[in-house]
């Protein structure tokens, strides 16, 4: 996948322009992901799309009234008579494989929801290097002007943001908070 210039982001006449191609952008990243899923991955993803569509509740509806409905008239065979034990070894089965397929579903989206978490953090911590670099420029034009800018919050601001030291933080703060959290239970390593 080609990356936009920087010149194509400059050349957008407005907001609407933009955010069009930040969408168009991160629908490319998203036809990318699908092509690249394995084969056990489109299976799982078709299961359990199925499996979660109302289709699959009135075919079950279907079986079920029918099964038990062969099972308890007197005038025909039965083949699972009541309680219907063949009926829940066959339920319980698909429940096993019906599980399994939606765990290898869940799974594939949370390596993709993983990926776009770490394209975020690598757009948050560069929007904070340029904030910081952009608040140094500004502190020196203002020097140069003659304009007082001696405030220890920008001083603060102009720091690099070290995101070990705020996962350090916010971790001491959930154990402050009575060990609630995120990694609540984990000992440090």
Request: hydrophobic share 40%.
């Amino acid at each position: 996948m080609n990356a936009p210039s920087s010149s194509s982001y400059r050349s957008q006449r407005s907001v609407n322009d933009v955010t069009q191609k930040n969408v168009q952008a991160m629908r490319k990243l998203d036809d990318l992901a699908k092509t690249n899923r394995s084969f056990a991955d489109r299976i799982a993803e078709f299961v359990a799309n199925f499996c979660g569509s109302i289709v699959f509740v009135w075919i079950h509806v279907a079986l079920f009234a029918a099964w038990i409905t062969w099972n308890v008239l007197p005038e025909l065979p039965r083949f699972d008579p009541y309680p219907f034990t063949f009926l829940t070894l066959c339920v319980s089965l698909e429940a096993i494989f019906l599980s399994s397929f939606i765990l290898i579903a869940q799974n594939y989206e949370m390596r993709v929801s993983e990926r776009r978490s770490q394209l975020d953090l690598q757009i948050n911590l560069l929007s904070e290097q340029e904030n910081t670099k952009m608040l140094q420029l500004l502190e020196a034009i203002a020097r140069q002007v003659g304009a007082p800018v001696e405030d220890r919050e920008l001083r603060a601001l102009e720091e690099a943001t070290r995101p070990e030291a705020l996962a350090r933080q916010i971790e001491e703060a959930y154990r402050q908070e009575g060990g609630s959290g995120p990694h609540s239970g984990r000992k440090k390593p």
